[in-house]
């Protein structure tokens, strides 16, 4: 959409959505963070549904249009000027016409790019739950905020939104979030692996089948309880830490704690969310495409480092946007934790340039970092020099596309569609 067909078409939809909320009154379940905001979503989904009609954010609407959409229930239309007209046709209905059934609960994601875009979405969004999962020292859009810290007070601002009733779920394993529970006055629940946190996990391990990496279980210990928690397809500490916050939201919503472990028993990631490809030549792939940030991408690498494989462990990373000053150093900090756990780096952007320079301080050989220019470049080079048993972690910001680089190594191309972010038409012409 052209920019001021967008405003006008933001501003009827936020209109609509405010009437569809006053008139419908679902409870609401907002969720907000620098990390791990689809993920947890996609959890508290889950478990909701174990008792709850429930409508969630498609994939990753978390914007100022992405949000009235979900409330509508209406689909992207992209630049279809005909979509757009039926948008608005059907949100007058749905705002102004019979009464229809409507879900009991909406799941939202809620971004934050720029100063005040939190505000302007609780403006109208009252959540009933609202979810800080993780900020980092360094996070996402900080270029367009005067500090991380000022990164920490916008998200504090959805719980600033909360009902008079409302509960607040943060990540305890996160300072930032964490200070913001400290301050929060209201009814409050905690999560994470910290011994403080309410709904807590430990003893965290990965699952394999026929030495292939099939999930992760760990304890789950809330109200006294220890109980046993297995996520099928999800790795990495963050998938646990979407699940916990998923248990912690049901508990908000009265929903017995063994209900919510029973539901998550449901969940799949995303794709573009570590999610465990076949790649060409028996090899696997961790794909991580969707986006990055410093923090996420700490700890894809450190999911890369905990799987167990008969062969090598590579890296194909791209730039990380949005970090401002930061970018240098925030780069090389992840270069060096690179060098400590692969066997082969290969780096997509002219940022990524810094994940090299941080390598070789590292002390990696400067033979096993190659650099590309864009990513599908990446994983055709790639693609020759893979061997059964070979592990690949793949990961970036959005703007550099890395899923590209998976088409070129993954085992069955021809399911991108299906297993792939981005592989919708208008993604493929960008």
């Known amino acids: 959409m052209k920019s001021l067909g967008k405003k006008i078409v933001v501003a009827f939809l936020t209109h609509c959505s405010t009437q569809v909320l006053n008139r419908y009154a679902p409870s609401i379940a907002a969720v907000t963070g620098s990390v791990g905001k689809t993920s947890t979503k996609d959890a508290i989904a889950t478990v909701l549904r174990a008792e709850y009609q429930v409508r969630a954010s498609q994939k990753s609407f978390n914007s100022e249009l992405g949000v009235p959409l979900t409330i509508l229930g209406l689909e992207n239309a992209w630049g279809s000027v005909g979509g757009w007209t039926k948008n608005i046709f059907r949100a007058c209905l749905l705002a102004y016409g019979t009464k229809k059934d409507y879900p009991e609960w909406l799941v939202l994601e809620v971004g934050a790019d720029r100063p005040g875009d939190i505000a302007r979405i609780t403006r109208y969004v009252k959540p009933t739950i609202a979810v800080i999962t993780r900020i980092g020292e360094i996070p996402v859009h900080v270029e367009h905020f005067a500090t991380p810290r000022d990164v920490a007070h916008e998200k504090a601002g959805l719980a600033y939104a909360l009902t008079a009733n409302g509960t607040l779920i943060f990540n305890t394993d996160d300072d930032k979030v964490k200070a913001i529970g400290a301050a929060h006055h209201g009814s409050m629940i905690s999560y994470g692996f910290d011994e403080g946190a309410m709904v807590r996990a430990g003893n965290a391990q990965i699952m394999y089948e026929n030495d292939r990496p099939v999930g992760i279980a760990c304890k789950i210990n809330c109200g006294g309880k220890s109980m046993p928690l297995r996520l099928k397809d999800v790795f990495g500490e ?4 979407s699940a916990l916050a998923g248990i912690a939201a049901g508990i908000a919503a009265h929903i017995n704690p063994i209900a919510c472990i029973e539901a998550l028993g449901k969940l799949h990631p995303a794709p573009g969310r570590l999610r465990l490809i076949d790649g060409v030549r028996k090899t696997l792939i961790l794909d991580d495409s969707y986006n990055a940030s410093p923090v996420a991408m700490r700890a894809a ?10 062969g090598r462990k590579i890296a194909v990373l791209g730039d990380m946007m949005e970090l401002g000053v930061y970018t ?8 060096k934790q690179a060098a400590k756990c692969i066997d082969a780096l290969y780096l997509v952007g002219t940022r990524a340039k810094f994940i090299g320079e941080g390598a070789r301080e590292e002390g990696m050989n400067p033979i096993k970092i190659k650099t590309f220019d864009e990513s599908a470049a990446a994983g055709r080079a790639l693609e020759h020099e893979l061997k059964e048993g070979d592990l690949i972690l793949v990961k970036g910001s959005q703007y550099v596309r890395m899923e590209r680089a998976i088409v070129e190594i993954m085992a069955e191309p021809e399911r991108a569609g299906e297993l792939l972010v981005r592989q919708e038409t208008e993604w493929k012409k960008r």
Do not use: Q
């Open 238 to 241: 963050h998938g646990i830490s």
């Open 328 to 335: 240098p150093d925030a780069h090389r900090a992840i270069g």
């Open 301 to 310: 690498l450190e999911t890369l480092n905990s799987i167990k494989v008969s």
